[in-house]
């Protein structure tokens, strides 16, 4: 499976973006499909989640409220709407996909391939 990330780039604080991830190959055994983000000084971090189904949908606390993720399977797409943009999400957002089931854990080692990234900037 390959994934291709886009969507960032550069907006002010309090301002949108939406990022697609686009999956092409043979998804059939994916379970689920998430975002991560590697954020200046830290390591890459969970943003979000959902099911191959498109639900259930997991979020990390710093993101929840503000950004939501949703699946076109027919598409095979999946979508990260962020909405009031923080100069503290700025960094590369990375999709990618998992075959286990216990990708709501968040870690990215439960993730079994990864598209490249695309940078988010978040000015003040």
């Known amino acids: 499976v390959q994934l291709q990330a886009s969507g960032g780039g550069l907006v002010q604080t309090g301002g949108s973006l939406r990022l697609t991830c686009t999956a092409s190959?043979?998804?059939?055994?994916?379970?689920?499909t998430g975002w991560f983000r590697r954020t200046p000084g830290k390591e890459r971090e969970f943003v979000a989640a959902?099911?191959?189904?498109?639900?259930?949908?997991y979020y990390a606390a710093s993101v929840r409220g503000r950004f939501t993720i949703s699946r076109d399977n027919q598409k095979n797409t999946v979508q990260l709407q962020m909405k009031s943009l923080k100069v503290e999400d700025t960094g590369v957002y990375y999709c990618?996909?998992?075959?286990?089931?216990?990708?709501?854990?968040?870690?990215?080692?439960?993730?079994?391939?990864w598209g490249q990234g695309t940078q988010v900037t978040v000015s003040s």
């Open positions: 990618a996909g998992s075959v286990q089931n216990n990708y709501n854990e968040g870690h990215p080692r439960l993730y079994d391939y």
């Open positions: 190959g043979d998804t059939t055994s994916t379970t689920a």
């Open positions: 959902i099911a191959w189904r498109g639900s259930p949908t």
